[in-house]
């Protein structure tokens, strides 16, 4: 069971390229997330998906378009990266779409150095 | 909008010995979902334990319970004869009581927990 896939694990970019990153789970999971996960911080959610078909903004959306490509795939794309875009990007999904109780299950994370 | 706070930025205990780790958050909703969730230097993101705010009674998993006061927002986690593999990052995290639309999670600064041989 690979429960979340995240790739690339690890990525550098410089100012003003273009990159996505995928995210794929294999549960049979409605929700689907992003999240960002800075030096002393908690994970802050940037872009989620409550069903296939539907993408709402996070708490840092601002720089970052997301896909929801099918009910498996979820992905994260910057545009034109920015050094403050540098951090840990965490995807990962759950069962429910009806309430926010179901635990969210995390992919390993990929690290993006931007320079 | 609704706030996580983790007062400790880290704690020390000795194996075997019990901890508790403090989270506070504020919310104007009445229904709500609090989570605990553990990451060690793989930096996996795991789910440690979990309590619905509709739930008088607090949760235990094992070794590790929590203790919920709804008036007073607080929801601590306790753990029971630490072990060295219970060293890594604890985050306190709170998600909404949605209804129709699965929203994300609000997430503390994290605890960095140590254990002691």
């Known amino acids: 069971n690979a429960g979340v896939t995240q790739t690339p694990k690890f990525q550098v970019l410089k100012t003003g390229q273009s990159m996505t990153l995928q995210c794929a789970q294999d549960m049979n999971h409605n929700s689907m997330y992003w999240y960002r996960q800075d030096p002393g911080m908690g994970l802050r959610l940037i872009y989620y998906s409550a069903s296939e078909g539907t993408t709402d903004k996070g708490e840092v959306p601002n720089g970052y378009n997301v896909s929801r490509l099918n009910k498996r795939e979820f992905s994260l794309r910057l545009e034109s990266a920015a050094p403050s875009q540098t951090s840990v990007y965490f995807c990962?999904?759950?069962?429910?779409?009806?309430?926010?109780?179901?635990?969210?299950?995390f992919g390993d994370g990929t690290r993006l150095s931007i320079l | 909008a609704q706030t996580v706070t983790q007062s400790q930025p880290e704690m020390s205990v000795q194996e075997a010995e019990t901890v508790t780790l403090s989270c506070t958050y504020d919310?104007?909703?009445?229904?709500?979902?609090l989570f605990w969730y553990k990451q060690p230097p793989s930096r996996q993101m795991i789910l440690v334990i979990r309590?619905?705010?509709?739930?008088?009674q607090n949760a235990t998993e094992n070794r590790f319970s929590v203790n919920f006061q709804k008036a007073a927002k607080s929801f601590s986690l306790k753990i029971s004869d630490s072990q060295l593999g219970d060293a890594a990052m604890y985050f306190c995290?709170?998600?909404?009581?949605?209804?129709?639309?699965?929203?994300?999670?609000?997430f503390g600064k994290g605890t960095h927990l140590i254990i002691q041989p």
């Open positions: 919310t104007s909703e009445s229904d709500y979902y």
């Open positions: 309590q619905e705010a509709y739930k008088q």
């Open positions: 990962a999904s759950s069962e429910a779409w009806t309430a926010s109780n179901q635990p969210q299950h």
């Open positions: 995290a709170y998600a909404k009581y949605s209804g129709g639309g699965a929203d994300g999670l609000t």
